[in-house]
T-cell receptor, first 115, second 115 residues
Framework: AQSVTQLGSHVSVSEGALVLLRCNYSSSVPPYLFWYVQYPNQGLQLLLKYTSAATLVKGINGFEAEFKKSETSFHLTKPSAHMSDAAEYFCAVSANKAAGNKLTFGGGTRVLVKP | KAGVTQTPRYLIKTRGQQVTLSCSPISGHRSVSWYQQTPGQGLQFLFEYFSETQRNKGNFPGRFSGRQFSNSRSEMNVSTLELGDSALYLC??????????????FGPGTRLTVL
């Protein structure tokens, strides 16, 4: 069975500071990994995904994530936070084609950006 | 290209009633998945449909059901509503292939409140 753990349900950063959101997964097979963002009263928007190509994945809005198999991690970073980054972020895993498109999500991390 | 649409956006029902939610996927997408989002349980997978067939099912009681039509539109139904069914129900559509890891595009969700 797959599972995803996001460390920290809330993160507060200053505008211009580094954003680091942690995600660890467990999967019995090489996974597909995703980061989604959710703004208030909206659905989820894909930031980036890892599908066994490059281990450093660049996404939209200046975000990137690094897949580390030895650490079973897929942490999300952004060098400089912007006020518009205030949202909830979800890490998700999809195991393999047998699982279809089923995503297993972490608990989410809500990001607050201070001016 | 139009995104995933969900109707209605908001719904208020009373315990014991039933409800039907609708989802129209992005044109050309044949896979539709449903997720339930609550503050306590987070994002949980309900089921996935592809070519009018349920491909995958989450761990929900039989009161939760769904179907997909030949035009890929999908509905989910919840019978005998309970207070705990109050949630944001998200629909996601995806292209389908032999491998997994396809990006899922989420709709804005239907906010169901059970009184």
């Amino acid at each position: 069975a797959q599972s995803v753990t996001q460390l920290g349900s809330h993160v507060s950063v200053s505008e211009g500071a580094l954003v680091l959101l942690r995600c660890n997964y467990s999967s019995s097979v090489p996974p597909y990994l995703f980061w989604y963002v959710q703004y208030p009263n909206q659905g989820l928007q894909l930031l980036l995904k890892y599908t066994s190509a490059a281990t450093l994945v660049k996404g939209i809005n200046g975000f990137e994530a690094e897949f580390k198999k030895s650490e079973t991690s897929f942490h999300l970073t952004k060098p400089s936070a912007h006020m518009s980054d205030a949202a909830e972020y979800f890490c998700a895993v999809s195991a393999n084609k047998a699982a279809g498109n089923k995503l297993t999500f972490g608990g989410g991390t809500r990001v607050l950006v201070k001016p | 290209k139009a995104g995933v649409t969900q109707t209605p956006r908001y719904l208020i029902k009373t315990r014991g009633q039933q409800v039907t939610l609708s989802c129209s996927p992005i044109s050309g997408h044949r896979s539709v998945s449903w997720y339930q989002q609550t503050p306590g349980q987070g994002l949980q997978f309900l089921f996935e449909y592809f070519s009018e067939t349920q491909r995958n099912k989450g761990n929900f009681p039989g009161r939760f059901s769904g179907r997909q039509f030949s035009n890929s539109r999908s509905e989910m139904n919840v019978s005998t509503l309970e207070l705990g069914d109050s949630a944001l129900y998200l629909c996601a559509s995806s292209k389908m292939g032999l491998a997994g890891g396809h990006e899922q595009f989420f709709g804005p969700g239907t906010r169901l409140t059970v009184l």
